[in-house]
């Protein structure tokens, strides 16, 4: 393990190598190697562990259920990633994360990094815990709406919006927590201009709606736009 590497990432800023090594025995810090395309994390699951990446790279991807991908990021060495979702037990992944060459990943029980251990390590205190965990459920909660308001077509929102709604309910007919306003108001679009896209998506074969429960159908993804 490069020690002095880590200690001069952003997560263990203000770390020395020294202090590295015993608290990576403290984090149960895990070391795993992954072939070019293996998928590290994939969408839908939940995790408990951040992943740091130490030589390589990952790409952060997003796939709706009609098989149109985006990609998000690119996580590069010293880097982390599903930091956020780590901290928020049982959310469920938006993206994927895929390696992009060979990649060497250490990862991290989150678990471990929020809560002190029966040793009392000085680097487990309230502030960085309250701090962490703050700011891990802000950009959670940003992150879910950037995703959908990214499109500049409404069809595109729909869809970004939709999908997650089906993932994260584990099915393809389910009830969203908005009204038409609502939801027109939280993907910034027009509620007119909304209504009539979803008229036209069901035109399309692409869902069914019923004020706030919606089905979504199987259909060509190159159909979809």
């Excluded at 072939?35 to 796939?63: K, P, Q």
Aim: hydrophobic share 40%.
């Amino acid at each position: 393990m490069d020690y002095l590497f880590l200690s001069k990432t952003v997560l263990f800023h203000g770390i020395t190598p020294e202090e590295l090594k015993e608290m990576l025995l403290c984090l149960r810090a895990e070391t795993k190697s992954y072939r070019r395309g293996e998928v590290i994390f994939r969408a839908g699951d939940t995790v408990s562990d951040l992943g740091l990446v130490l030589s390589g790279s990952v790409s952060v991807e997003n796939d709706d259920v009609w098989g149109n991908k985006s990609i998000l990021d690119r996580v590069q060495p010293g880097q982390a990633f599903a930091e956020t979702y780590a901290c928020v037990p049982g959310a469920p992944l938006m993206i994927s994360a895929v390696a992009t060459e060979p990649a060497e990943i250490l990862f991290l029980d989150m678990s471990r990094v929020l809560y002190p251990c029966s040793n009392a390590c000085g680097f487990h205190n309230k502030l960085v815990r309250n701090l962490l965990a703050i700011a891990s459920q802000k950009n959670l909660n940003l992150s879910r709406r950037i995703f959908h308001t990214s499109s500049k077509s409404i069809r595109g929102r729909l869809l970004s919006y939709l999908s997650f709604q089906s993932m994260q309910q584990g099915s393809r007919e389910f009830v969203i927590p908005f009204n038409r306003q609502q939801l027109a108001d939280y993907l910034s679009v027009d509620r007119s201009a909304l209504s009539n896209e979803l008229s036209k998506m069901q035109r399309d074969g692409l869902i069914r709606v019923e004020r706030s429960h919606f089905r979504l159908l199987s259909v060509d993804p190159t159909d979809a736009f």
